[in-house]
Antibody, heavy 118, light 109 residues
Framework: QVQLVESGGGVVQPGRSLGLSCAAS????????MHWVRQAPGKGLEWVAI????????NYADSVKGRFTISRDNSKNTLYLQMNSLRAEDTALYFC???????????WGQGTLVTVSS | EIVMTQSPATLSVSPGERATLSCRAS??????LAWYQQRPGQAPRLLIY???TRATGIPARFSGRGSGTEFTLTISSLQSEDFAVYYC???????????FGPGTKVDIK
């Protein structure tokens, strides 16, 4: 079955960097569009970034553009999110998710919590 | 930028009753709309895509309708496990940008 397991979350000071990973299994990762979606505590869902199966197409929410980078290693079935210049408003549970083409998301991980605080 | 709105913010329903949730897009998104359910402490789950197609394993009591800018999700007879937050999401942009609505919480009346 499809499994997505995020890791790398933690507490980080404002202005610092943090990298997240998502280990995928149970499907052909190298053929799949992948997303990062986040959810601030007690708030709704916010889409963060997308990458095509071959990284030829990437896009970001305006709120993270220029600070976050999505990438993948298809040989390791792993998705990444490098987050730089972190702000308090980046505090959230970060979900890795599998996309269906460039449309909706059909599977989600359980999330990894990032807290930006001094 | 396409803005998604949902109403009501909270819907109080008794078990066995029907619930109708609304989602509106600021511009036409044809039928490029999905609905997700999120139970407390859990990841979201895909319910509906293409505005009206149920995802694999989703019970028939969930149905979606609409096109353009107005969409609805109907739960025909609420079960205990249906009390959750429901989000709509549009995927009508290129380059790809995805927007979620703010959510509707369905709670027990």
């Amino acid at each position: 079955q499809v499994q997505l397991v995020e890791s790398g979350g933690g507490v980080v000071q404002p202005g610092r960097s943090l990298g997240l990973s998502c280990a995928a299994s149970g499907f052909t990762f190298s053929s799949s569009t992948m997303h990062w979606v986040r959810q601030a505590p007690g708030k709704g869902l916010e889409w963060v970034a997308i990458t095509s199966y071959d990284e030829s197409i990437k896009n970001y929410a305006d709120s993270v553009k220029g600070r976050f980078t999505i990438s993948r290693d298809n040989s390791k079935n792993t998705l990444y999110l490098q987050m730089n210049s972190l702000r308090a408003e980046d505090t959230a549970l970060y979900f890795c998710a599998r996309g269906v083409g460039y449309s909706y998301v059909d599977y989600w991980g359980q999330g990894t919590l990032v807290t930006v605080s001094s | 930028e396409i803005v998604m709105t949902q109403s009501p913010a909270t819907l109080s329903v008794s078990p066995g009753e029907r619930a109708t949730l609304s989602c509106r897009a600021s511009h036409s998104i044809t039928n490029n709309l999905a609905w997700y359910q999120q139970r407390p402490g859990q990841a979201p789950r895909l319910l509906i895509y293409g505005a009206s197609t149920r995802a694999t394993g989703i019970p028939a009591r969930f149905s979606g309708r609409g096109s353009g800018t107005e969409f609805t999700l109907t739960i025909s007879s609420l079960q205990s496990e249906d009390f959750a937050v429901y989000y709509c999401q549009q995927y009508n942009n290129w380059p790809p940008i995805f927007t979620f609505g703010p959510g509707t919480k369905v709670d027990i009346k």
